[in-house]
């Protein structure tokens, strides 16, 4: 494979991460909205159901034709459906219920670190110094900016049993992201989406059950009815669409770095759609998220 052709898959693949994270980064304001509107479990179940029925028009022909294969490869399909669809987005709606939005984005960027580590160990991908230099720097930048640059407040937070369902989530997350790059080269993309989309949809439906029966039924206002196709649409069938792509291209280390920047696509809708202020500390967060992002996945050309 020639050095253009690599470059611009790797350019491609980041071009992919920015994106998934530039549509995950609504899902925490959506958590955090409407934790007093809708269960999470109804949430994350109808937010599957509209991601299966925009998608199968799509998928379904793909699908058909490489059932052979969805067959042969049943059980690794199960696994990931369970722990990027059934259980990853539930826990962060669960999450967003019982702790704060400064306590979920702290958490939520171990994920990339839980990815380098998880690789470390199953590919024996090297932890070079620029990666550690890198990621310190990341966090430092994402650190500040959801504190406002006043550290301090570091010392005041206090862990509610969300803080666990959102490193939990982070944990599986990676996993998940693992998984998708040992995905079988003969199952498709669109056959991988597809076919985990049903079957996660398939193991949350008991549990979408129980909790219907337990739960007084959500009222489907206008909100909430465009946050779960938002959900549904956006945040599942597309964003995880481009971040399976970006992991194939990039693999999951360098699309995890990537993730640093959903804090700043959040405060950006934050300020678009809240009304909230944007400061210094968000363009001086920026020149460290940045760089740390680039260094982490600088790799010196060979010789």
């Not at 304001?29 to 991601?51: D, E, K, M, Q, Y």
């Not at 990853?88 to 380098?116: D, E, K, V």
């Not at 990676?174 to 669109?190: D, F, G, M, N, T």
């Not at 465009?226 to 481009?242: D, K, M, Q």
Request: hydrophobic share 55%.
């Amino acid at each position: 494979m020639g050095s253009k052709q690599i470059n611009r898959q790797q350019f491609t693949g980041y071009t992919f991460a920015i994106g998934a994270t530039a549509i995950w980064s609504a899902n925490f304001i959506i958590a955090r909205g409407l934790s007093t509107s809708i269960t999470p479990v109804t949430l994350a179940f109808w937010r599957w159901v509209v991601a299966v029925l925009v998608f199968m028009p799509f998928a379904l022909k793909k699908l058909i034709s490489e059932w052979d294969f969805v067959k042969k490869n049943i059980l690794y399909l199960v696994i990931t459906a369970l722990l990027g669809i059934t259980i990853f987005n539930t826990l962060i709606y669960f999450a967003g219920h019982t702790t704060t939005a400064i306590n979920l984005s702290l958490i939520s960027i171990t994920f990339p670190i839980f990815i380098i580590i998880l690789s470390r160990f199953f590919f024996s991908e090297l932890f070079t110094v620029n990666k550690g230099i890198g990621i310190l720097l990341v966090a430092v930048g994402v650190v500040s900016l959801i504190t406002r640059g006043d550290f301090s407040r570091l010392l005041n937070l206090t862990f509610a049993i969300g803080d666990f369902w959102m490193l939990l989530a982070s944990i599986i997350f990676a996993v998940y992201s693992i998984l998708i790059r040992r995905k079988p080269k003969e199952l498709s993309i669109w056959t991988l989406q597809l076919s985990t989309f049903i079957l996660g949809l398939i193991m949350l439906f008991p549990f979408f059950v129980w909790d219907s029966i337990t739960n007084p039924i959500p009222v489907f206002e206008t909100r909430i009815v465009f946050a779960i196709l938002y959900v549904g649409i956006f945040a599942s069938l597309s964003a995880f669409v481009l971040w399976n792509k970006a992991v194939a291209s990039v693999g999951p280390s360098k699309a995890g770095m990537v993730y640093y920047t959903l804090p700043l696509f959040s405060g950006f809708l934050a300020w678009f759609l809240l009304g909230e202020e944007i400061s210094i500390v968000h363009f001086y967060s920026m020149l460290l998220i940045v760089p740390g992002i680039l260094l982490a996945n600088y790799e010196a050309e060979k010789v």
